[in-house]
């Protein structure tokens, strides 16, 4: 789906969607049920069916490019649950991820916003000790961490209420993980091989404890972890704001450096990243050779679906004597289908009760920065999310992916609920010696 | 064109939430889920009572607009395809389950209730919904009554029309009308409801409607069959019906069905087979228990490949799940999946697949077959490309050709999808022209300025009613 070699209707020619993937769609509507944005609106174009046919007409130019059509794009989740749901293979969510690029192209940000917008994606994110810097003072005063959030609104496009969302939302900040983390930990016990942990961005900067878990927790099944320094921002956030020309330069650097670390898999423990990972095969088509995206490829693992393929050593492990309800990421149950697995993990661990909660698999309403975008929409999934994880009365609420901690911690805050959010490594970390 | 002032009192009337009037919400509001058919409508009002209802009617009126009710547009006549513009009455936004009531066991609803939401909300007090489309999660009850919608129980437990017990509508002229109710008999006057099933939206638009329930089976058993000749499967299933046996269920797929399906939901269908039955036997626990052998019996006799019983209501209900994805999956293959609804005598099964082989072969076209075995009802499917207009034709010859054979056999050309605009012709050619003027003569009693869906089931002798197999908007402003 990268790049279209002819110009396809209304849409420019750099990052296009392709015709064949919007007529795949029927037009049978078994994806409209799982999507959240239609939940919220009963609106047609809200729908991925609404959205494949929109973005169908442009190409056939019975419409431009216009602003409703980025809108659409924006308003979309990227949650994939549509994916998961069509049975004739189309991807509304790509198509509209792809989209959003073709917005930036068609529909420009006023200068200043642009010149922001540019100086995150391609600035900021793409260099690992920038963006701690620029963390620093968040972490030695979370209220100015808030001030430049202020400052960089505009260019985020927020939404009305994202302050004070934002800054509720924050975890308490500690030091970054990325430059303590040693760049090899040795396995413990006998030895099952060597991989290479892909740390994302959101992780070191905002959840450096639940990825050293991490590490600690695949050392101890049994694997040497080696952790680049150099690794750089999956490109994922690029990917769902629209550059798709900076997520291209990300993952051909994150490409190299993995390739060259000789390493049996590449794990992460971020869903958004492991996704973004699977995809560069599809996003560098044409720009590497096959061989080299075909072997990074096939080394990607998300660290439930790896560690539930090479067997969980559970000699040894500490029973966590709880009640636990899961949560599924959207990037990891509809971007990835891994859905069995985290559960598979959960239930070895002795002494865990799972319960499972209705709808474990849609949205929590979080999705990028769409939860600050549209404030008040993500309240209302995230409420139906909550409705569910109270109905299950467990201690606590486990997911997989930093995105969902977020949001999913500040509302169970908000609410005052009994629960605590855990990743699924952390849960793991307490039951490993 | 829609004049501002009318939009600005449809926005009055009924909340601008509810209006839609910019080209990107009209734009996809023209089509449902038959191919090939998308037109442009020129305002889109979703009413939430039966009051909105009315008073866009009457905007609709005065602006001469034509009005074209929509429930979740997964219809595959194109029945809810605004073909003359003017605008389209969404109802999904009424969807209000009002009553369960267990005295008399009926449940009343709006009309834009979700089928399996009813469904759910019977079962959860211990009653039974029977008609449950492919598209049952999606479907709307109001858009299963105006096709007479069946499904895969439509064998045991009949189609929506045998549930339908109380319609409320309102006709095109702004009159209120409520037919039948929840006595279970009722022979005062003619049988507006049961005209009204079916009517495609042609005739009044549904705001309320009473079903009737029953109590649930109390237990089942889940059969699935597999074979190396679809014609055996055929025979099979006439087999099965002569000797007396009424299974809920009886649900067949060919080869490519298997394969597109097994595609999707990886439950390890035999991708080899040239065909499976899915069978289901329900009722009292010792009367499922004999039906299951018999049914046995009759597929080893007929030379089945291989038979297996689902072992619990789960697997059943993901065999089931998958057989509803179907025709979603055939899309998988080709960008156009152009099916048809036969429907012929049950005796007639195995010949009617041999003619679909010949067919297939004579037009030198990928053909997948599913359907509802047990009713009679196949839909071959040509999987083509609608950018290709010679294999278009192509798939229409076949078409013509195997109407030909079924209603030779007295079958009919549409068992439950409905004529809508896609066939206009072939409804002509089972009726004659005789049938067509009695029906028009109907719609003008109830319509007679041809207000309501126009263009739908039989053509006004105006050229942009014929059937639209090119892609492109035909009315628009
Ligand atoms: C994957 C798939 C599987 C399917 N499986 C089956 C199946 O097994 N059996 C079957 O019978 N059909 C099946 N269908 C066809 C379709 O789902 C049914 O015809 C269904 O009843 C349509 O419901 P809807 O709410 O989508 O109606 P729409 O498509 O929106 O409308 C259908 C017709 O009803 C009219 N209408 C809708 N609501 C009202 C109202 N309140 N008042 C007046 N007129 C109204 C419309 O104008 C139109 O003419 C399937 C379709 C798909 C896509
Ligand atoms: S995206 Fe898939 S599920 Fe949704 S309408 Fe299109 S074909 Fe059907
Ligand atoms: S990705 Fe999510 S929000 Fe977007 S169309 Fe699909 S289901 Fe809806």
Known sequence: MSRTKEKLGNFTQLDAPKYEDVLQCMRCGFCLPTCPTFALTGRERSSPRGRVALARAVAEQKLEFTDAVKQEAFFCLDCRACTTACPSGVR???????????????????????????FILQRMLPDPELMERSMLPARLYQRLGIQWLVRHSKALKLG????????????????????????????????????GFFLGCVMTLMYPDVSRQTVRVLAYQGFDVVTPRATKCCGAPHLSEGDRQTARELALFNLDLFLQADVDYIVTDCAGCGAALKEYEELLDGETEHERLASFRAKVRDVSEFLTEVGLRTGGLKPVQKSVTYHEPCHLCHAQSISRQPRDLIQQIPGVELR?????????????????????????????KLDNVRKTEAEILVTANPGCQLQLAWGVRERDLPVQVLHIMELLGEATP | MISKTAIEQLIEKLGAENVASEKEDLLVLGYDSTPGIHCLPEVAVYPTSREGVLA????????????????????LSGGSVPVKGGMVLCLNRMNRILEIDEENLTATCEAGVITLDLFNATAARGLFYPPDPGSQKISTLGGNVMEDAGGLRGLKYGVTRDYVMALQCVLPDGSLLTTGGKS????????????????????????????????????????????????????????????????????IMDKATINCVEDYVKIGLPRQMAALLLIEVDGHPAMVEEDAQKVDLILRQVKAAQIHIAKDAEEAGKLAAARRTALSALARVSPTTLLEDATVPRSMLAETFAE?????????????????????????????????????????????????KVLAWG?????????????????????????????????NAFDPKGMLNPGKIFSDDDPSTQSQVEEGFCVSH
């Open chain 1, 92 to 118: 509304a969510g790509e198509v509209m991820e792809i989209c959003r690029s073709q917005s930036h192209q068609q529909v420009p940000l006023g200068h200043v916003g642009n010149s922001f917008r540019k």
């Open chain 1, 356 to 384: 499972e909660m209705e709808e474990a698999s849609w949205c929590c309403g979080s999705a990028a920065t769409w939860g600050l975008k549209f404030s008040e929409e993500s309240r209302q999934v995230l409420d139906r």
């Open chain 1, 160 to 195: 009305p209420a994202w302050m004070e969302k934002a800054e509720g939302m924050l975890p308490e900040l500690k030091a970054p993980l990325r430059p303590q983390l040693p760049v090899i930990t040795e396995a413990v016990g006998e030895k099952r091989g060597r991989i």
């Open chain 2, 356 to 404: 679909i082989e010949r067919l297939t072969a004579k037009y030198k076209l990928t053909v997948g077959t599913f359907g509802h075995a047990g009713d009679g009802n196949l839909h071959p499917t040509v999987l083509c490309d609608e950018r290709n207009a010679e294999e278009m034709q192509r798939a229409h010859a076949f078409y013509d050709d195997l109407y030909d």
């Open chain 2, 184 to 251: 279970v008999k009722d022979v005062a006057g003619y049988a507006f409801k049961d005209l009204l099933v079916g009517s495609e939206g042609t005739l009044g638009i549904i705001t309320e409607i009473t079903v009737k329930l029953i109590p649930p089976p109390q237990a089942k058993r889940t059969i699935l069959a597999y074979f190396d000749d679809i014609r055996a499967a055929g025979e099979a299933v006439s087999k099965i019906i002569a000797a007396k046996i009424i299974p809920s269920t009886m649900e």
């Open chain 2, 56 to 75: 866009a009617m009457e905007i609709a009126g005065r602006e001469g607009l034509p009005i074209v009710p929509r429930g979740s547009g997964t219809g």
């Open chain 2, 411 to 443: 079958g009919t050309v549409s068992g439950e999808h409905g004529i809508g605009l896609a066939k206009k012709e072939y409804l002509a050619r089972q009726i004659g022209a005789g049938g067509v003027k009695v029906m028009k003569r109907i719609k």
